[in-house]
């Protein structure tokens, strides 16, 4: 028993290190829905779900590029390349993340808030990055936590900010009855996050100089995305019924005085994660 111990210590210290960035983000999404907070046990449910996410996901992928792999493709040729890191990565993954959100969250009652729509999708895309982050450490050793801390996790989360703006948008847009543009909204926030995933997986991928240039491109939208957007949903946050919905929508759309919006303490519900995520804000 004895001899055990540093064993399970360290693989304590390697799991707790690939999924430490994921905490971090949850936090700070988390943090960032000021109205009113989700139930505990609905976001662990979306996080579990994003577990169940990349291994419903990792077993499609396999069977997709075996298919790929009998077409007369080179496997270092842009386009094998552009088609595993888009169609077999990016609309898997994102497929599998929408599929077991919308599932998990759309008629739950606590889904009355367009920023639960970003809140959702971000647990659930994080979920799905620790655990595929754990793998990568165990296989190729704590050397790549740096880099997927920097750039993969925060990937994952950038293209759940854009799906998720897009799935709160709908449930606004069902509320009203509007029920073709709420599928739209759907549709459209699952494809753009699928290309951003499919292109940033290439440029990854072809580690060519210009592949390179527009990977930091990406990588710059990407934070974009977490740190901009995300506060600008947060501060235009509406529940889903009671207001005229405005059908012409762009995720990237300033709010006035963004930095100024404050939020009723009447309107803020005290949760039992509180007093934790006050401590990492």
């Given at each position: 028993m004895f001899l055990l111990f540093p064993v399970?210590?360290?693989?304590?210290?390697?799991?707790?290190?690939?999924?430490?960035?994921?905490?971090?983000?949850?936090?700070?999404?988390?943090?960032?829905?000021?109205i009113e907070k989700e139930p505990r046990d609905l976001l662990i449910r979306l996080i579990i779900m994003g577990v169940l996410a990349g291994a419903l996901a990792g077993a499609i992928e396999s069977v997709l590029i075996r298919v790929l792999n009998m077409t007369p493709l080179t496997p270092d040729g842009f386009l094998y390349v552009f088609i595993e890191a888009v169609f077999c990565v990016g609309f898997v993954e994102e497929g599998t993340k929408y599929f077991l959100t919308k599932k998990t969250t759309w008629n739950h009652p606590a889904f009355n808030y367009q920023f639960d729509g970003v809140v959702y999708c971000v647990f659930?895309?994080?979920?799905?990055?620790?655990?595929?982050?754990?793998?990568y450490t165990f296989a190729y050793g704590p050397g790549v936590l740096l880099s997927r801390a920097l750039l993969s996790i925060p990937g994952h989360m950038s293209f759940a900010v854009i799906m998720?703006?897009?799935?709160?948008?709908?449930?606004?847009?069902?509320?009203?009855?509007?029920?073709?543009?709420a599928k739209s909204f759907r549709i459209t926030g699952y494809v753009l996050a699928s290309i951003l995933h499919g292109l940033y997986d290439t440029c990854a991928m072809l580690n060519t100089n210009l592949s390179m240039i527009c990977f930091i491109l990406i990588v710059i939208c990407v934070y974009l995305l977490i740190y901009r957007v995300?506060?600008?949903?947060?501060?235009?946050?509406?529940?889903?019924?009671?207001?005229?919905?405005?059908?012409?929508?762009n995720p990237f759309e300033d709010v006035e005085n963004v930095d100024a919006v404050e939020v009723?303490?009447?309107?803020?519900?005290?949760?039992?994660?509180?007093?934790?995520?006050?401590k990492y804000d």
């Open positions: 399970v210590s360290f693989l304590f210290v390697y799991v707790f290190l690939a999924i430490l960035p994921a905490i971090y983000f949850m936090i700070r999404i988390y943090r960032q829905d000021r659930t895309s994080l979920g799905f990055a620790a655990i595929e982050n754990v793998g998720g703006t897009y799935y709160g948008r709908a449930k606004v847009a069902e509320s009203y009855g509007h029920f073709d543009e995300t506060r600008i949903q947060a501060a235009a946050d509406k529940p889903v019924a009671g207001e005229t919905v405005d059908m012409t929508f009723s303490s009447e309107a803020h519900k005290p949760h039992p994660l509180q007093d934790l995520m006050d």
